[in-house]
């Protein structure tokens, strides 16, 4: 094998640990975040009761679809994997055009 060039050996750490970030989001992008909100409070308020002692009632699927955490999170990862997309793009243009200049130098045309 040969030896890798230092800075591939940095997108490469970088690479991994963006790997393991994406695979912790992977499933907690589609819940809600485990962190309490104005709801919430409101939800256990002892003075005021319970929401549905005062007749309302919750609503979790909403509750998770907009919850602020959760939505930055999946913000999050959607901007990561775009980003991977240019970035593999980006270096595989770079890979070519070092590829053609090398195949030149060595006196291909």
Do not use: K
């Amino acid at each position: 094998m040969t030896d890798l060039h230092p800075s591939v050996t940095d997108i490469a750490a970088a690479a991994l640990r963006l790997s393991a970030a994406l695979a912790a989001a992977d499933e907690a992008q589609w819940q809600r975040s485990r962190t309490v909100t104005p709801d919430d409070i409101e939800a256990n308020d002892y003075s005021g009761g319970s929401l549905a002692s005062r007749g309302q009632h919750s609503d979790p699927t909403f509750d998770a679809v907009a919850d602020p955490a959760r939505l930055a999170l999946r913000a999050a990862v959607v901007g990561a994997e775009s980003e991977l997309t240019r970035l593999v793009a980006l270096m595989d243009s770079h890979t070519q055009r070092v590829q053609t200049a090398l195949d030149r130098w060595n006196g291909g045309l």
